[in-house]
C-alpha cells in the first residue's frame, strides 16, 4: 500500500477544480453560444447576440465548477435526483394518518 499526500491529485487539472471534463463541457457550452450567436444574427443586431454568445459558456463554467467541498453543482443536482427516486421507510406512523 503507498501512502499518497492529502494535496495530490488523481486527475489531471489545469487549474485547482477545473480538468479534462470541465474543459469539455465549456467548449461545448461555447459552440451552443456559437449557435444562438449566428442564429440571432438573422432575426437582431443588437447586444444580445454577445449575451447569447457569453452566457452558454458562463453557466457551463459555474455548473461544473468544483466548490470548497469538492462538489460541483452538477454533483448537488445528481445526488439530489437519486436521493428524490430512492425508497422511504418509514417506521414510524403518527396517529390519524
Same mark, same amino acid.
Given at each position: 500500500? /503507498?501512502?499518497?499526500?492529502?494535496?495530490?491529485?488523481?486527475?489531471?487539472?489545469?487549474?485547482?477544480?477545473?480538468?479534462?471534463?470541465?474543459?469539455?463541457?465549456?467548449?461545448?457550452?461555447?459552440?451552443? +453560444?456559437?449557435?444562438?450567436?449566428?442564429? @440571432?444574427?438573422?432575426?437582431?443586431?443588437?447586444?444580445? *447576440?454577445?449575451?447569447?454568445?457569453?452566457?452558454?459558456?458562463?453557466?457551463?463554467?459555474?455548473?461544473?465548477?468544483? +466548490?470548497?467541498? +469538492?462538489? @460541483?453543482?452538477?454533483?448537488?443536482?445528481?445526488?439530489? *435526483? *437519486?436521493? @428524490?427516486?430512492?425508497? *422511504?421507510? /418509514?417506521? /414510524?406512523?403518527?396517529?390519524?394518518?
Amino acid at each position: 500500500m /503507498y501512502l499518497i499526500p492529502r494535496n495530490v491529485s488523481a486527475k489531471f487539472e489545469f487549474f485547482p477544480g477545473f480538468g479534462w471534463f470541465e474543459l469539455a463541457a465549456v467548449v461545448a457550452g461555447a459552440l451552443v +453560444g456559437l449557435a444562438l450567436f449566428f442564429l @440571432s444574427g438573422l432575426f437582431t443586431k443588437s447586444v444580445v *447576440r454577445f449575451v447569447l454568445f457569453v452566457l452558454p459558456p458562463g453557466l457551463a463554467f459555474f455548473v461544473t465548477k468544483q +466548490g470548497p467541498n +469538492g462538489l @460541483s453543482l452538477l454533483d448537488l443536482i445528481q445526488q439530489w *435526483r *437519486r436521493w @428524490s427516486m430512492a425508497q *422511504r421507510r /418509514y417506521l /414510524y406512523v403518527t396517529k390519524g394518518e
